[in-house]
Every structure is written in C-alpha cells, then in structure tokens.
C-alpha cells in the first residue's frame, strides 16, 4: 500500500488470483458442463470484481478473517451461479443487451397480498388475464414467505426466505409463477426483507439459544448502556408498539435491536457472515425468477453510535454490494429501494451501481398535500428541484400501498413558498383524519407519537379522496368530486416520469375496510383499514358500466392503454413548468420526437392557462388532446373543468 494512488485495482486482482483455484475447488469436481459453467462464472466475476471487492475491504476489510469471508461470498456467488435456471441465464442476456427495458411506456406495476387477493398462488394463476385487461408488465406479490403464527407486520416478519407461508402455496408453485408470468410479459416483484428477520427465523432461534455465532448475526446487548446510548439519537418508527428501539429479550437476558416491532430483529450487518448470508438468500430468490427486488426498509441496515441509524454511508455500501453479487450472479436483476425518509436522502439510493428502481414517496405524499389545499406550489417547487434521477434509473410513482402517507417533504422547499412545515405537517394530519372543517378525507391515524405530536396517515386512496364521505352522504356531487381527484391523481401517477404502481383494489375504488378492529392481530395497526380482501364477487355482479365500480375500472384501463400508445412517456425526464394558475400543475415529457404537455387541475372549480402561459412552454400551435381526441389551437385560453386533467400533445404544424 505504499505511495498514492489507488491500490484497490491491483489488490483486487492479487486476491482474486490467490481466492479462484480455492473457489473451483469448492465447487467440486468439473465435467465438460461444470467447465463451461466455470467460464461463464469466471468471466462475469472479473467483470465486476473490483467493485465488488473495493466495498467489501472498505466495509470489512479490518477483520481479522476477512479473507476468509471474501472465499465464502465467492463460493455461495458461484454455487448461486451453478444454481440459476437456462431461462434465467437468457433473460440475463436479453437484459444486458436492453439494460433499459424497464423505461418503456408500457411499462405499468401492480402490487397486491396474495392471501386477499386470491387467497393463495393457485388462485392467483387464474388471474393473469385479469393482470393482462389491466395492462400489468410488473407484479410486485407482498411478502408471503413463512412468518410467525399471530402478528408478522403484514408478512415483513420473516421466518424463512426460502419457504412461502403454506397456507398461501410452496416455493416451487412461485418460481412456476414467476415463469408462466415471465411468458406473459409480467415480471416478477418481491421483497427482499433485509433489515430484520422474525424472531422465529432460525438464526434467531439458534442466537436466543445461545450459538456464539448465530448471536453476532443481530444486535444483542447485556445491559441498557449501550442501548440507551445508541437510543438517544434514534427516532420511533412505531411508537404506538413500543418506546425506543430495543426489546428485551427473557430467554437470553439481552436487549436485542427490534427497529420496528418488537419481534423484528434487526442483522448484523457489521458482521461480514450476515452479508454472506443475505446476499445468499437475495440470489436463491433471484433464481425462482424474482426479477426486482423491493429492498424493505433499506435506510435502517447500519448502525453507528452517535448517528440517527438511518441512511448510513455503510448502508449505500451494502446495497452496492449486494448489487454488484447480482450483477455477477443474476445480472438481470434489479433492485428498488424503499427509503421512505427525507427527500434528499432518498435520492441517494439511486444509481446503476445501487437501486436502478426507487419509490417515489415524495410525489406521492404532495399529491395528497395539493389535493388538499387545492394548490400546487410545494408539488411544483419540490418536483422541480427533485425528480431529476440518474437517467438509467426510474421512479416508481405510486398513490397508496399497503404502508402509512407520511409527509416527508422538505422544510425548506414549504419555507420558499410560504408555508410553515410544521404547522402544515398537522393541519395535513386533521385534514386526512377528518378532523379539519370541510375535508373530504376519511383516513385514519397511525403511529401517534404524543412526546413530537406526528403521526402517519391510513387510509385508500378512494376513501382518502372523499368518495366514503360521498356515499355517506348520499351526495352526488360530492361523489363527482370524489371520483374527478381519484381520476386526477391516477393521471399524473400514468403521466409521470417512471414506473405507475396501482395498488389492486384501487382499480375498483376499494373504500377503507375496519374489519380489521375485530382481529387481535391487526386491530392495533390502522395500516389494515386499507388492506381489505378483494371483493371479486362484487365486480362480477355490477355489468353496468355506469356503476362507479366500473367506472373506476374502465377509466383506468383506458388510461393505461393510452400510455401504451405514447413515445413521449418513455423514460424518466419530466419538466416541470410554470402554468401561472396556483391550483394546475403541469408538466412536459418528451421523448422519440413526441412532446406531451400535461396540465392538472387541483381544484374542485374551473381554471384557465393563459396563452401567454403555454407559448412560454412550448413552440406549438396546435394541441391534439389525446384523451378526447380533439384539437386546440395555440391561442386561445385553455379552461380546466373541476379536477380536469389534459394530456395534449404538441404540433408545429
Ligand atoms: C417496510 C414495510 C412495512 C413494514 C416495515 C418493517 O417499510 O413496507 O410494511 O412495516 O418495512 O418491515
Ligand atoms: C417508516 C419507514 C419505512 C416504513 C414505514 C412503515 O416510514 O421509514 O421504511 O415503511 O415506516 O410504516
């Protein structure tokens, strides 16, 4: 390591020389097969070694048995690679010869629990044309590993990566799925729980009884010293479950690092075993087919005394490490980072080398807070200054999922524009709870935190967007109303830079169920008021399309098919422009020599663009409107109706 310079390169070759004889002959004995296996091994490790290496020394690199840990990561990535199906391996190719496939316009996700939406896997196998009428390409499935009985956060609890829940189906009918999907044009979506396990996985098991080993894979302490001192700086995810972010544990008499419920065990992943570890079970899921993975709760994965934990330098290192294992294992895998912090440190997750695919909690939270107020300068001015992404990437632009609305934007942005964050922040909260004069909202509280006053928000989008509070009141305008935001929001979901994710049951305008109240398993988190089971029966029954159920479903599918047919909302760039009316939000995408300006009315009156306005943003004299096929001319006032949205095209000619 003497002079400068960077010594990583030719390390990186020295270890891998002294590490591959030892790999091969931990694969065992070769024929002509395993030979040409080899090979193709071989030849993707060299291609993204060093990288893989250079984090790995950087977060590693210290211990005293590092080498040690680097054979084995070597070994589990060739025996994963020895592992992978043929029809995995040519989807590979196909992906690196279209690194950029997941960018098509026709790209549309859907995400949804197997066990409430078609009970289990061979349901939901007869349900792929219905995926297709809706126009899926992307099928993110919950998880519905092995969890255990009683409480498992949804299935975030996992007991074992490598088993479904059988009351839901076995691992081989998923990977049979994932294919039968892949043949259909939808690829396959999972989680990949990586910041805990349950307390009933069998790591755990073997750490609560004792195996020296086992216990260095989480994060166990003898007495509160260290707790408390990593305490101080660290913030409640769900502070309704517990105060503080460490559980004791009686079997062992230790406090054990419980992020978010008390039996989610938080890994080690100081512990270069637990990268192993994961990094194994990431490419064991790869190989049943999994085409992304959605990395759960990815900013809590490194601790560090003295820092709030989340968001870690250490934590980008891992993703990237554990991106660069697929590259060389399972290269037409991607990852989708599921940060739902701070604005900016979102952004952070996104790279080629980290997550190619992000969630989009910031466009999705200032939907809500324009639909709100009914006016888009936090929407503009933060979209403005923070959709642009690494152009290789892509946001994934959602409504609702199965988790809590939380208000993550920046204090600054709000300040630039005249509003107060926290006192936005709680009027944002009654306003969603139904606690504010006139709000159209029926959402429901989660995770009150009484010592900072926040909380999150539960709720669907339909029952968020008014329509439970118009069928209450029997009230056909304020159902019209309901229906003109739902429609509003699913546009700019449609029209948006990235991938749109419906979150099935929203399709048919799925209101709040409170069922859940009567299950001891649930009742304690509102979240479930918006995981209802899909009502199948009840769209069967109503052919009529004016019933609102079909409406719901009609209007969507036709959106979807229009943005199939439409170059221009290819990729991810997004302009965002100034249509000088507080309540349109506007925006451009342009792309394959097609130019699109969207305009959205956030208020439940009519508004208009001025001319002056969209000369400013385009060249056109015409418009096509896409969504009524007739033509505007460049000139003449543009008027909105209530929550009218317009998708026009512009001409020169
Ligand atoms: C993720 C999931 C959420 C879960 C948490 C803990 O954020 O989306 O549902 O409660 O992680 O796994
Ligand atoms: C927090 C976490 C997020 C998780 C959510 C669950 O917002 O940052 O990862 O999904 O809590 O409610």
């Known amino acids: 390591m003497n002079g400068s310079g960077d010594w990583i390169p030719r390390h990186a070759e020295k270890a891998l020389e002294r590490l591959l004889p030892r790999v091969r002959t931990a694969m065992g004995p070769y024929g002509e097969k395993y030979e040409r296996l080899w090979q193709g091994f071989e030849r993707r490790l060299r291609l993204y070694w060093e990288r893989l290496f250079r984090i790995l020394v950087q977060l590693y690199g210290w211990q005293y048995d590092f080498f040690y840990h680097l054979e084995q990561i070597l070994i589990m990535a060739a025996r994963s690679w020895a592992d992978r199906p043929e029809y995995l391996k040519d989807l590979d190719a196909h992906r690196e010869a279209d690194p950029q496939w997941f960018q098509s316009e026709e790209m549309v996700g859907g995400v949804l629990y197997v066990d409430l939406f078609s009970d289990n896997l061979a349901g939901l196998h007869d349900h792929i044309a219905y995926f297709k009428k809706l126009g899926l390409t992307y099928l993110h499935l919950m998880p519905m590993f092995a969890v255990p009985h009683g409480s498992s ?21 998923l990977s049979a799925l994932a294919r039968i999907l892949h043949e259909e044009g939808i690829s396959l979506v999972l989680d990949f729980v990586l910041n805990h396990t349950s307390d009933d996985h069998i790591w755990a098991r073997r750490a609560k009884s004792g195996d020296p080993d086992y216990r260095e894979y989480y994060l166990m302490f003898d007495e509160r010293t260290m707790p408390d001192q990593y305490q101080h700086h660290l913030r409640d995810i769900f502070p309704d479950v517990r105060r503080g972010c460490f559980t004791y544990n009686e079997e062992t008499g230790k406090w054990v690092w419980t ?19 994961m990094a194994e079970e990431m490419l064991f899921l790869a190989n049943q087919g999994v085409q992304v993975l959605r990395l759960d709760a990815v900013a ?16 980008h ?25 701070h604005p900016d440190e979102v952004l952070r997750y996104i790279s080629p080398e980290e997550c190619q695919l992000s969630y989009n909690p910031l466009l999705m939270a200032l939907l809500w807070e324009a639909l709100a107020t009914r006016e888009v300068k936090l929407l503009n001015n933060a979209m403005w200054k923070r959709s642009r992404i ?8 959602y409504l609702r999922c199965h988790d809590d609305i939380g208000w993550t934007f920046d204090d600054s942005d709000a300040r630039e524009v005249g509003i107060d964050p926290h006192a936005h922040r ?45 069928l209450e009141r029997e009230d056909p305008d304020l159902i019209e109303e309901a229906v003109g935001r739902i429609n509003l929001l699913r546009s700019i979901m449609l029209s948006a830079g990235g991938i749109p994710l419906i979150y099935l049951g929203d399709e048919w305008g799925m209101l709040n169920d409170y069922t859940y109240l009567s299950d001891p398993a649930k009742a304690s988190d509102s979240r479930w008021v918006h995981r209802a089971r899909q009502r199948w029966e009840a769209g069967d029954g109503v052919a009529d399309a004016e019933a609102l159920q079909w409406r719901f479903f009609n209007e969507l599918t036709g959106l979807i098919g229009l943005r199939k047919q439409l170059p221009a909302l290819r990729n991810g760039n997004m302009e965002i422009i100034d249509t000088a009316n507080p309540h349109v939000f506007g925006f451009i995408r342009e792309h394959g020599g097609q130019k699109l300006l969207i305009l959205n009315n956030f208020s439940e009156h009519p508004q208009e663009v001025a001319q002056q306005q969209l000369n400013a943003v385009t060249a056109a004299t015409r418009f096509a409107d896409r969504l009524t096929g007739g033509s505007i001319e460049n000139g003449t006032v543009l008027e909105l109706a209530p929550y009218q949205f317009a998708w026009l095209e512009c001409r020169a000619d």
């Open 317 to 341: 290192m891992l993703v990237q490490a554990f991106n660069a294992v697929a590259r060389i294992v399972a290269p037409g895998l991607l990852l989708k980072s599921e940060a739902i912090v």
């Open 426 to 470: 709680q009027f944002l909260n009654r306003f969603y709870t139904g606690g504010f004069p006139g709000s159209f909202a029926r959402g429901l509280p989660f995770q009150y935190n009484p010592d900072t006053g926040d909380m999150r928000i539960s709720g669907t989008l339909a029952s968020l967007a008014g329509l439970e509070y118009g």
């Open 153 to 173: 956060d949804g299935g975030y609890a996992v007991s074992d990566y490598r088993a479904i829940n059988p009351d839901i189906g076995t691992m081989e009918e």
């Open 390 to 397: 690494h152009p290789e990437c892509a946001w994934v632009n």
């Open 259 to 277: 992020t978010f419920n008390s039996f989610q065990l938080d890994l080690n992943y100081a512990n270069p075993a637990v990268f192993r570890a």
């Open 300 to 315: 809590f994965i490194w601790k560090r005394l003295g820092t709030s934990c989340e968001n870690l330098p250490e934590a």
